[in-house]
């Protein structure tokens, strides 16, 4: 079956850059999704189709995809940005709701 | 505002039955697709199941032939019935709403969940 790989945990401190990573071998082809996961709460939607930010979300969300590697970047991450992330896609047959492993970001 | 709001989770024996409901507010359920996602504790998400908008279902082959996804025009509400459950379906249950862009699913709003521990 079709694997979404992310590293299991990234840490930065408040204001700097955090890069979270997901390697799919389709991702060249179909389009990345990420998803922000707080501690007890439900997922939301930070970006859509690689980097697409839906209302609400905050402009230091950003996404890019290249070859087959798509990144979620926050630009001056915040303490408020401490959860887990995860990425979402569709493999090369078109079978979808593929979620990655998961990446924890700590901001501290 | 769109809202969906999950309950009927609890505690049962393995082997059981449990049906789980999400109410829906802000848009219609039977015009939309809708799924059920679950999480294990500490662990990932796993998409378990989905209802297009023409009724039509389909399965993650770890519930396919114990759980059915329905929903209920009248009352605006997407249901999971979940039959012979298992140690290994305990998770929190979450529904959310899929739209369909770019020839590609995704979800876009979803619930707070409901906790199912299957134990005896």
């Known amino acids: 079956s079709y694997e979404l790989t992310q590293p299991p945990s990234v840490s930065v401190s408040p204001g700097q850059t955090a890069r979270i990573t997901c390697s799919g071998d389709?991702?060249?082809?179909?389009?990345a999704y990420w998803y922000q996961q707080k501690s007890g709460q439900a997922p939301v939607l930070v970006i859509y189709e690689d980097s697409k930010r839906p209302s609400g979300i905050p402009e230091r969300f950003s996404g890019s995809s290249s070859g087959t590697m798509a990144t979620l970047t926050i630009s001056g991450a915040q303490v408020e940005d401490e959860a887990d992330y995860y990425c979402y896609s569709t493999d090369s047959s078109g079978n979808p709701w593929v979620f990655g492993g998961g990446t924890k970001l700590t901001v501290l | 505002e769109v809202q969906l709001v999950e309950s009927g989770g609890g505690l049962i024996q393995p082997g059981g039955s449990l049906r789980l409901s999400c109410a829906a507010s802000?848009?219609?359920?039977?015009?939309?697709?809708m799924s059920w996602v679950r999480q294990a504790p500490g662990k990932g998400l796993e998409w378990v199941s989905v209802?297009?908008?023409?009724?039509?279902?389909d399965y993650a082959d770890s519930v396919k032939g114990r759980f059915t996804i329905s929903r209920d025009y009248s009352k605006n509400t997407l249901y999971l019935q979940m039959n012979s459950l298992r140690a290994e379906d305990t998770a929190v249950y979450y529904c959310a709403r899929v739209r369909y862009s770019s020839s590609q699913y995704y979800f876009d709003y979803w619930g707070q969940g409901t906790l199912v521990t299957v134990s005896s």
């Open positions: 209802i297009y908008g023409g009724g039509s279902t």
């Open positions: 802000g848009f219609t359920v039977s015009s939309n697709y």
């Open positions: 389709a991702l060249p082809k179909k389009y």
